[in-house]
């Protein structure tokens, strides 16, 4: 009788859990800021940044252009992407590109950083003097296991974009 009790106990303690769990997600939703192609936007403290360009390379063309080589057996498709930041504050101001992902429904990818140095002649966090620019190349690299075969060949057409936050305002900056 004890044991049958305590399971029942146990249940209406994971059923009252799992109800709060699912009243708190439903009651939260992400909102999203759309911030078009060559818009400049702040990103925090004074510091600005906007969407420049991007190229898609294959392996081979990465390899011949930049020396990269990417070892793996699957498809890769590697996104270049310059944005500029700029410092419009009085002081000089640190500058963090981590934050910066690559995404398309759902899947988020990282920069790439063996290659980011060799794209850019500096760090992934970097100083701003007071009304100083610079460009930036981001490389992400997207593989085809992360899409059906129909989205991976049609993957440079579709809509990719950076987003720079993702809670509680997703922050998607678009590409084109």
């Known amino acids: 009788m004890k044991k049958i009790f305590v ?10 859990y799992v109800l709060r769990v699912y009243k708190i997600n439903t009651g939260l939703s992400v909102k999203e800021e759309v911030i078009p192609y060559a818009t400049e936007r702040e990103v925090g403290n004074g510091v600005y940044m906007k969407v420049k360009e991007y190229a898609v390379l294959t392996s081979k063309e990465a390899k011949d252009k930049y020396d990269f080589e990417y070892d793996t057996d699957e498809d890769v498709k590697i996104y270049l992407v310059k944005v ?52 930036v190349i981001l490389p992400y690299i997207l593989s ?22 993702r809670y509680p305002v997703k922050t998607k900056w678009m590409m084109k």
């Open 7 to 16: 399971t029942i106990l146990l249940a209406l303690i994971l059923v009252l």
């Open 84 to 135: 500029v930041y700029s410092n419009k504050a009085s002081d000089k101001k640190m500058v963090d590109t981590r934050p910066v992902s690559i995404e398309k429904t759902g899947y988020t990818n990282a920069t790439e950083m063996m290659f980011y140095g060799i794209c850019n002649p500096f760090d992934l966090e970097f100083e701003l003097k007071s009304g100083e620019e610079r460009e």
């Open 144 to 165: 085809d296991f992360q899409f059906t075969p129909s989205e991976w060949q049609k993957l440079e057409d579709e809509e990719v974009y950076l987003s720079t936050t």
